[in-house]
Structures are given as C-alpha cells and as structure tokens.
C-alpha cells in the first residue's frame, strides 16, 4: 500500500489496482448555493485510521462471493472507496461524508468554517492535518469555501443582528450615546484596509461597522474620516438621533463633526488619553533629571480615569480641577487647589516619595517647570 500526497494537502490513497486520483471539490457553479442542513451540521465525526476502516470492506461480492478489489480517493477531507468485482462487474462506491447539495462533502466546508469561528490560523491547521497524515481541504480550497458559503453566511447574520438592534432603538427613542474608533490593517501611511466601529454605550453594542480601502479616498490618512462619514449614514437611514459621540483626538475628525454635526456632543474617549499621557509621562522618565516621575506614572494615569469618571455630571470645570490638583498633591499639598475643587478627596495616604522638582500638568502632558 502507498500514500502519496500531492504538492497541497489533498491525498489520494490506492490499494491493489491502484487508480490513482485525485479531485478538490471546486468544481461547483456559482450558481449551486447550498441549503445547509443544520442536523448534518451538528452531527458527530470521528477520526478513522485506514486499517481500521478498510475491515469494512474486507468481504466478498455480495453478488458473486469472489473478492473484489478497492479504489481509495480523497475529495479533500472526504474519503471515497470505490468497491469493484472483476468477475461479475458489480460495483459501488461509498463516501466518508454526506454531501452539501449533491457537490461538495460536507467536511470539507466544515473545516472551512471551524477555522474561521475557532479564529485559527490556516496554515497551523493545515500544517497539523500534515503532520497527523490526514486527508485535509486545500489552501485554495478553504479560500474557495470561504468565499462561497461563510461572507455570505456571516454577513446575512450580522445584518439581521444589527436590523434588529437598530429597530428596539428605533422603538425606544432615546437619542444615542456612541463611542466610535478607527482601526487600520497596519501602522503609518502604507496601511491599505481601515475600519471604523460604532459602539452604543448604554447597552454596550456594536450598531455597526463600516470598511474603506485606501485607494477609495486619497490616500490612507483621509480613511478614518471617510469611513466614519459613511458608517454614520445608517443612523440617518433608521432616523437615530445622536446625543453624544466619544472618539479619540483624531484630528480630520474632530473638525468635521465641529463643522458639519454642530448638534452633537462631541467627547474625547479618557483612555485614548491616558495612553497617550503614559507614553509621553514614561518618555519623560528617561530624561536626566526627572527619573523620579517614573514612580509616579501609574499613579497620575490613575488619576486622569478619576478625575473624568468621579464627576456625574460631566462638569469640564469640575474635571479640570480635579486633574490639575494633580500639581499640588504630587508635592505633598493637598489643600487649596481650584475654586470648584479645593481639596483632595482621598484620606490618610501611606508614606510615599514625594517629588522634588516642578511639573506643569496638561491634559495630556506632563514637562518639568524651568525656573
Ligand atoms: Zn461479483
Ligand atoms: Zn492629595
């Protein structure tokens, strides 16, 4: 017996009269759409070593009695045994797995499928396959599959998903806090696919998603507010108010919604600030002279969350006072801050090390004072 595998991870087995074959299931139309049947879905499968399964056809010609001889060939993941007599020329063909509109073995798509919901990597799972020497789908083929069946599938529950989320807003008629944020396929200006996502904060759910090439708008820097302006459009179509948008300090973005959705309230997310406030409190560190800021870090970012979070009401004046009383209580003072905010909130503190030198504080900075 041989077991060859072809530059893929298709196989092809044969036994005697060896007829080697091999065949990817690709060969459907566009036309063939599958009616997936969930209870072929959900049912078991196992793992069949082939000595095993071959003691199922180690009988002779039920029409016969003489013995027949064996075909094996592998449909990606599926495996086909082929039983021939060569006297009385009776013959049939059995197959490993049941198929998805009389065209593609069911498996095959399921791997397909499974890869993607367990967000696995193709590769590893390819290599695993490989490595165990078991029947798998092609990388074209996962690709195939992927494009036949799962985007449409995916898309078709997440536009249910969210008509109907958009819809029991629709029924409430509060107008709508969102918080919305950017994201690219890679840093700095060579990124090629961006993404923005709208995320209502109340009940805490994504409203929706909208995708943007580079080469739709002029270059990857316009992508965030393209793909901000069109993923907003939705809103207008479900006739959503918008109360309150929370964004990072994008720039191009901020000015837009200034200038052109001056009824909404625009608000900086707090942990885009923090981030940024960490990174240039940490690069501050480093410089002689100011290592002693280092200690404080965790501290101040602390701090920053508090001063927005502790305020119900959102008062600005309030925040502001609150974080710029930062100055005074790194210096051990903990009195006499602002006129809304006159005095630290917190009890007894542990000891601690005090800093030494001056620091202006910024919403988002922190420089040492230079007499
Ligand atoms: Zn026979
Ligand atoms: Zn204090």
């Not at 193709?122 to 494009?147: D, G, H, P, W």
């Not at 909404?264 to 560190?285: E, T």
Request: proline residues 3%; charged residues 25%; neutral net charge.
């Amino acid at each position: 017996m041989e077991y060859e595998t072809d530059g893929e991870s298709d196989a092809s087995t044969c036994i005697s009269e060896a007829d080697f074959s091999f065949e990817d299931d690709g060969n459907m139309s566009d036309d063939d759409y599958p009616s997936y049947d969930s209870a072929t879905c959900r049912e078991r499968t196992y793992l069949v070593f082939e000595s095993c399964l071959l003691h199922l056809f180690s009988h002779t010609c039920s029409n016969c009695n003489r013995p027949v001889q064996y075909t094996l060939n592998t449909i990606g993941s599926m495996l086909q045994v082929k039983v021939y007599c060569g006297f009385c020329e009776d013959e049939w063909t059995w197959n490993s797995q049941p198929y998805l509109n009389d065209c593609t073995p069911n498996g095959n798509v399921l791997i397909a499928f499974s890869i993607i919901f367990s967000r696995s990597f193709l590769s590893k799972v390819l290599r695993l396959f490989a490595i165990m020497n078991c029947a798998c789908i092609s990388e074209a083929t996962f690709y195939s599959r992927q494009m036949k069946y799962l985007r449409q599938a995916v898309s078709n529950v997440w536009k249910e998903h969210q008509n109907s989320m958009l819809t029991v807003l629709q029924v409430e008629k509060k107008p709508l806090i969102l918080g919305g944020d950017g994201r690219c396929d890679s840093p700095g200006f060579s990124t090629k696919n961006g993404s923005y996502t709208f995320l209502e904060i109340e009940h805490n759910v994504v409203l929706n998603i909208e995708l943007v090439q580079s080469n739709e708008v002029s270059g990857s820097t316009n992508m965030e507010k393209e793909c901000f302006m069109r993923g907003m459009k939705i809103f207008e179509v479900y006739d959503l108010p918008i109360k309150m948008l929370v964004t990072d300090r994008h720039k191009q973005l901020g000015k837009y919604i200034r200038e052109d959705l001056p009824q909404i309230d625009h608000k900086f997310d707090v942990w885009h600030i923090a981030k940024s406030f960490r990174k240039k409190v940490k690069k501050l560190a480093k410089r002689k002279g100011c290592e002693e800021v280092g200690s404080w870090i965790k501290r101040m970012v602390n701090h920053l969350y508090w001063a927005a979070m502790s305020s119900e009401d959102g008062d600005p004046e309030m925040i502001l006072e609150k974080w710029l009383s930062l100055r005074r209580h790194i210096h051990n003072k903990h009195h006499g801050h602002g006129t809304k905010y006159k005095k630290c909130a917190h009890g007894r503190l542990r000891k601690r090390r005090w800093l030494k030198y001056r620091y202006s504080l910024y919403p988002v900075g922190l420089e040492p004072v230079v007499d």
